[in-house]
Protein backbone atom coordinates (compact mmCIF):
# COMPACT_ATOMS: atom_id res chain seq x y z
CA UNK A 1 0.00 0.00 0.00
CA UNK A 2 1.27 3.77 -0.44
CA UNK A 3 2.51 5.46 2.38
CA UNK A 4 0.85 8.76 2.01
CA UNK A 5 3.75 10.36 3.80
CA UNK A 6 6.64 8.38 2.20
CA UNK A 7 5.35 9.37 -1.35
CA UNK A 8 4.66 13.34 -0.47
CA UNK A 9 8.18 13.43 0.88
CA UNK A 10 9.94 11.96 -1.99
CA UNK A 11 7.41 14.09 -4.45
CA UNK A 12 8.49 17.12 -2.88
CA UNK A 13 12.10 16.13 -3.06
CA UNK A 14 11.76 15.90 -7.10
CA UNK A 15 9.60 18.98 -7.17
CA UNK A 16 12.03 20.78 -5.10
CA UNK A 17 15.64 19.75 -6.99
CA UNK A 18 13.54 20.69 -10.20
CA UNK A 19 12.57 24.13 -8.24
CA UNK A 20 16.30 24.50 -7.33
CA UNK A 21 17.76 24.15 -10.90
CA UNK A 22 15.26 26.52 -12.72
CA UNK A 23 15.85 29.31 -9.38
CA UNK A 24 19.54 28.55 -9.95
CA UNK A 25 19.46 29.16 -13.53
CA UNK A 26 17.82 32.13 -13.79
CA UNK A 27 15.15 33.46 -16.32
CA UNK A 28 17.65 33.53 -19.16
CA UNK A 29 18.95 29.90 -18.91
CA UNK A 30 16.24 28.32 -17.20
CA UNK A 31 14.25 29.01 -20.72
CA UNK A 32 16.86 28.12 -22.75
CA UNK A 33 16.47 24.36 -25.08
CA UNK A 34 19.97 22.84 -25.15
CA UNK A 35 21.38 21.75 -28.49
CA UNK A 36 19.88 18.19 -27.75
CA UNK A 37 17.72 16.55 -29.63
CA UNK A 38 14.58 16.73 -28.34
CA UNK A 39 15.26 18.42 -25.26
CA UNK A 40 12.84 21.04 -23.69
CA UNK A 41 13.86 23.72 -21.86
CA UNK A 42 14.15 23.09 -17.70
CA UNK A 43 11.20 25.46 -17.33
CA UNK A 44 9.02 23.68 -19.51
CA UNK A 45 9.86 20.52 -17.55
CA UNK A 46 8.99 21.98 -14.86
CA UNK A 47 5.58 23.01 -16.23
CA UNK A 48 5.36 19.92 -17.71
CA UNK A 49 5.61 18.32 -14.07
CA UNK A 50 2.87 20.53 -12.70
CA UNK A 51 0.69 19.67 -15.04
CA UNK A 52 1.29 15.54 -14.82
CA UNK A 53 0.41 16.26 -10.68
CA UNK A 54 -2.28 17.87 -11.46
CA UNK A 55 -4.17 16.04 -14.31
CA UNK A 56 -3.37 12.50 -13.02
CA UNK A 57 -3.83 13.79 -9.71
CA UNK A 58 -6.78 16.51 -9.65
CA UNK A 59 -9.28 15.32 -12.37
CA UNK A 60 -7.82 11.19 -12.77
CA UNK A 61 -7.72 10.40 -8.87
CA UNK A 62 -10.61 13.20 -7.66
CA UNK A 63 -12.24 14.09 -10.63
CA UNK A 64 -11.48 17.83 -10.27
CA UNK A 65 -11.98 19.95 -13.55
CA UNK A 66 -8.30 20.41 -14.75
CA UNK A 67 -7.38 22.42 -18.01
CA UNK A 68 -4.68 21.31 -19.50
CA UNK A 69 -2.75 21.79 -22.50
CA UNK A 70 -0.06 19.24 -22.48
CA UNK A 71 1.47 20.33 -25.88
CA UNK A 72 1.62 23.78 -24.63
CA UNK A 73 3.76 22.57 -21.52
CA UNK A 74 6.30 21.85 -23.43
CA UNK A 75 6.68 25.47 -24.98
CA UNK A 76 6.03 27.08 -21.69
CA UNK A 77 8.66 29.70 -21.22
CA UNK A 78 8.62 32.88 -18.88
CA UNK A 79 10.30 34.35 -15.59
CA UNK A 80 11.40 32.34 -13.02
CA UNK A 81 9.91 33.50 -9.90
CA UNK A 82 5.63 32.63 -10.69
CA UNK A 83 6.79 29.63 -12.00
CA UNK A 84 8.74 28.69 -8.70
CA UNK A 85 5.48 29.59 -6.74
CA UNK A 86 3.33 27.51 -8.69
CA UNK A 87 5.72 24.88 -7.61
CA UNK A 88 5.11 25.22 -4.35
CA UNK A 89 1.44 25.28 -4.89
CA UNK A 90 1.08 22.41 -7.37
CA UNK A 91 3.28 20.80 -4.41
CA UNK A 92 0.25 21.95 -1.81
CA UNK A 93 -2.24 20.81 -4.12
CA UNK A 94 -0.68 17.03 -4.25
CA UNK A 95 -0.65 16.26 -0.90
CA UNK A 96 -4.66 17.34 -1.07
CA UNK A 97 -4.96 15.30 -4.01
CA UNK A 98 -3.09 12.44 -1.84
CA UNK A 99 -4.98 13.28 1.36
CA UNK A 100 -8.74 11.91 -0.72
CA UNK A 101 -7.37 9.59 -2.66
CA UNK A 102 -9.24 5.77 -2.43
CA UNK A 103 -6.19 3.73 -3.01
CA UNK A 104 -7.64 0.75 -4.54
CA UNK A 105 -10.15 2.61 -6.22
CA UNK A 106 -10.17 2.70 -10.19
CA UNK A 107 -9.21 6.34 -11.87
CA UNK A 108 -12.09 8.81 -12.22
CA UNK A 109 -12.03 8.24 -15.86
CA UNK A 110 -9.23 7.07 -18.21
CA UNK A 111 -6.36 8.93 -19.43
CA UNK A 112 -6.24 10.40 -22.79
CA UNK A 113 -4.03 8.05 -25.19
CA UNK A 114 -2.08 11.09 -26.11
CA UNK A 115 -1.19 11.57 -22.79
CA UNK A 116 1.27 9.14 -23.15
CA UNK A 117 0.04 7.51 -19.36
CA UNK A 118 0.55 3.50 -18.25
CA UNK A 119 -0.92 1.05 -20.62
CA UNK A 120 -2.86 -0.88 -18.15
CA UNK A 121 -5.70 0.21 -15.71
CA UNK A 122 -4.86 1.68 -12.93
CA UNK A 123 -5.68 2.23 -9.36
CA UNK A 124 -5.65 6.03 -7.61
CA UNK A 125 -2.80 4.53 -6.14
CA UNK A 126 -1.01 3.81 -9.17
CA UNK A 127 -2.51 6.96 -10.72
CA UNK A 128 0.17 8.91 -8.01
CA UNK A 129 2.90 6.66 -8.62
CA UNK A 130 2.66 7.66 -11.72
CA UNK A 131 2.98 11.32 -11.09
CA UNK A 132 6.31 10.39 -8.94
CA UNK A 133 7.70 8.54 -12.07
CA UNK A 134 7.08 11.66 -14.24
CA UNK A 135 8.83 14.04 -11.62
CA UNK A 136 11.69 12.01 -10.58
CA UNK A 137 11.95 11.23 -14.26
CA UNK A 138 11.87 14.73 -15.45
CA UNK A 139 13.94 16.12 -12.52
CA UNK A 140 16.98 13.76 -14.00
CA UNK A 141 16.85 15.20 -16.96
CA UNK A 142 16.74 18.49 -15.89
CA UNK A 143 19.69 17.74 -14.06
CA UNK A 144 21.66 16.69 -16.94
CA UNK A 145 19.39 20.03 -18.97
CA UNK A 146 21.19 22.11 -16.53
CA UNK A 147 25.20 20.85 -17.01
CA UNK A 148 24.61 21.18 -21.02
CA UNK A 149 23.15 24.71 -20.65
CA UNK A 150 25.55 25.80 -18.37
CA UNK A 151 28.31 24.21 -20.32
CA UNK A 152 26.91 25.77 -23.68
CA UNK A 153 26.92 29.32 -21.71
CA UNK A 154 30.38 29.67 -21.52
CA UNK A 155 31.51 28.25 -23.99
CA UNK A 156 33.12 25.16 -22.92
CA UNK A 157 30.06 23.04 -25.11
CA UNK A 158 29.66 24.34 -28.35
CA UNK A 159 25.88 24.48 -29.18
CA UNK A 160 24.45 23.68 -31.99
CA UNK A 161 22.60 26.91 -33.95
Known amino acids: ?10 ADRAFDGMAAI ?6 D ?4 VPSLP ?15 SDFWGGYLVNGLVIERDRAAEFKASGPVAPLLQR ?3 AKARLAEYVASADMRAPLRDKPPAAFQGPEEELTQAGA ?4 YEEITQHHGQMEILRDVILAEANGSLEAKE
Open 29 to 32: LANR
Open 128 to 131: LQHI
Open 87 to 89: TLE
Open 38 to 52: GANSPYALLTHSIGV
Open 1 to 10: MLEASEFLYF
Open 22 to 27: VESLGD
